[in-house]
């Protein structure tokens, strides 16, 4: 027995799905499932890839969209400085005898 291939086939937008995207084999094709096909783990850049896929579609406009991806991807360039640094830092160790008391 042969898979039949379906051709991917567009959901009409009944106004209140603002992801009503291409469905194949029945399942919907959104950003998110994108960037779960696409193993995008991390949300910054999620939302980059929501924004670049939905571009100009919602209720934004596309100069908007492009900021806030750009925005999103430049907080996951932070991030990944902040790692950096938090996988260098070592909490300090207290030397033997040099406790404070509240007494």
Not at 7 to 16: D, T
Not at 21 to 39: K, N, T
Not at 50 to 78: C, M, N, V, Y
């Amino acid at each position: 027995m042969t898979a039949t291939k379906r051709p991917p086939r567009r959901r009409r937008n009944s106004g209140n799905d603002p992801y009503a995207e291409i469905q194949i084999l029945g399942i919907r094709i959104d950003p998110y499932r994108v960037a779960e096909l696409f193993g995008i783990d991390s949300p910054p850049v999620q939302h980059a890839l929501k924004k670049l896929l939905r571009f100009g579609r919602s209720h934004k406009d596309r100069p908007t969209d492009i900021r806030e991806a750009i925005a999103s991807l430049q907080r996951w360039q932070e991030m990944q400085q902040e790692n950096r640094r938090l996988a260098r830092w070592k909490p300090r160790q207290k030397r033997k005898g040099n406790y404070e008391h509240n007494n």
